[in-house]
């Protein structure tokens, strides 16, 4: 063979390896940074994503338009539910990954957690926008800080002193961010979605931070969702808030004896009474109720809701729903109680007197027979508390028959003790007579 033709059919062979396997590596480069799956989310195209991560930095100054890539992935995280967010979201740098690799989670749903620094409105994002978008600043131990666009912020934030610790975020990798004005380190990350989630560690009474929020929010509890709650008010559930109280329920399964006990260390135990005297600071005030069980439903997934009737120790009591009409109950008045399914059910509920350790949510409505009944057509409005322990009460029979059986016993013992004094007054009587009378005819009685 020729071996110059041999080596020309080297050299091309090994320039068209070279070719694939440079065109190989930038596949497989591709599918890390912009495959179909971790692109879903963001509802960008793979040949979107390449052009818009070419094009670099992006600035975060709120005096200036953003660049395109940025306003579209905020209206994208707006629309998506959060919950979507927080389940295909991965914890950032969890695997290793050096802070500077930014192109391996650009476009990704991440999980980031730290300090929150700065709030501040981001109108040149979208001057329309309504609501508008905010701009946040995070610290983030042993990552780059994080400035996150996000669609929402809770009203208490506005009211807090920063910074606030144990915010989590998460959301879509946008872009890295191009410092300016000096007040953004170089490194940040962008970010976009929806909310951030808030864990506070401190009690703020002022702004609707109970000691129960704190407690639950140990448990992975968003504190930013008191104000969906108090949005809602006293309606009835609806399905929008399905993903607020189900998350307030997994926080308070979360909990348990120790956690009760450091709770109680500080606080004291709400009652009926508590419940009552103060309808718009209920939200996760630890409540004691004890009261008859008239229902126990099952709800669905090991979850039960018990329709618990509690003594208000006043001959009656009403309350005005939403719309304005009023519903008297008599002394004793209807608790809604849901167990989560980590709480064992003790046998023979229903219809028992039964002691719940519970975290209030809110007062709710719903549509009952006595209701309709009343002519009341928005239905009963009633406290509805999640409870993380119920435990059977002994009930009056139990009393009864104690009584009855120290009754008893007092019983035998006084007829006992009559039976003796009788044998006794006898045996005396008789004594006496034998001794002081001896015979008929010297009758001496003594003086008694």
């Not at 909310?195 to 109970?210: C, L």
């Amino acid at each position: 063979m020729d071996l110059h033709r041999g080596g020309s059919i080297g050299a091309l062979f090994f320039t068209v390896l070279t070719v694939l396997s440079g065109s190989l590596a930038g596949f497989a480069s591709a599918q890390i940074v912009h495959s179909e799956q971790e692109l879903q989310l963001s509802g960008l195209e793979p040949s979107e994503a390449a052009l818009y991560a070419s094009a670099g930095a992006v600035r975060a100054d709120s005096t200036q338009p953003a660049d395109e890539i940025v306003l579209r992935l905020a209206w994208r995280t707006r629309k998506l539910p959060q919950e979507q967010l927080d389940l295909a979201a991965t914890d950032l740098f969890a695997d290793g990954t050096s802070p500077d690799d930014f192109s391996r989670y650009q476009f990704r749903a991440v999980r980031v957690c730290g300090s929150l620094t700065k709030i501040e409105p981001w109108p040149a994002l979208d001057p329309d926008a309504t609501p508008p978008f905010w701009k946040l600043s995070l610290t983030i131990d042993g990552g780059p800080a994080v400035v996150a666009v996000v669609s929402w912020i809770p009203a208490v934030w506005q009211k807090s002193v920063l910074p606030l610790r144990r915010v989590c975020l998460s959301g879509l990798v946008v872009a890295p961010l191009q410092a300016d004005k000096g007040d953004q380190p170089g490194g940040a990350w962008l970010l976009a979605s929806h909310h951030a989630h808030w864990m506070p560690e401190t009690v703020d009474e002022a702004g609707g931070i109970t000691a129960g929020v704190v407690a639950l929010g140990e448990h992975g509890f968003d504190a930013g969702m008191i104000d969906e709650i108090r949005r809602v008010g006293s309606g009835p559930m609806r399905v929008g808030e399905r993903v607020v109280f189900d998350a307030f329920l997994n926080a308070v399964s979360r909990t348990g004896e120790a956690d009760w006990a450091r709770l109680l260390q500080k606080n004291e135990v709400g009652s009926i009474a508590t419940i009552l005297r103060r309808p718009d600071q209920v939200i996760a005030s630890p409540v004691g109720l004890q009261g008859t069980v008239r229902r126990v439903t099952e709800i669905g997934n090991g979850i039960h809701q018990l329709e618990l009737f509690v003594e208000t120790g006043r001959k009656s009591i009403g309350i005005t729903n939403a719309a304005g009409e009023r519903i008297g109950f008599g002394p004793r008045l209807p608790v809604t109680v849901v167990l989560p399914e980590s709480v064992a059910m003790p046998d023979g509920t229903d219809g028992s007197l039964v002691a719940v350790d519970a975290y209030a949510y809110r007062f709710w409505s719903y549509e009952s027979g006595f209701s309709a009944a009343s002519g009341i057509e928005s239905g009963q409005t009633v406290p509805l508390v999640v409870g993380w322990r119920v435990r059977l009460v002994e009930t009056g029979r139990a009393t009864v028959d104690a009584v009855l059986g120290w009754a008893i016993t007092l019983l035998v013992g006084a007829v006992g003790m009559i039976v003796v004094a009788v044998w006794w007054m006898n045996r005396r009587d008789t004594h006496r007579r034998r001794t002081v009378l001896p015979d008929a005819k010297d009758v001496k009685f003594p003086e008694l």
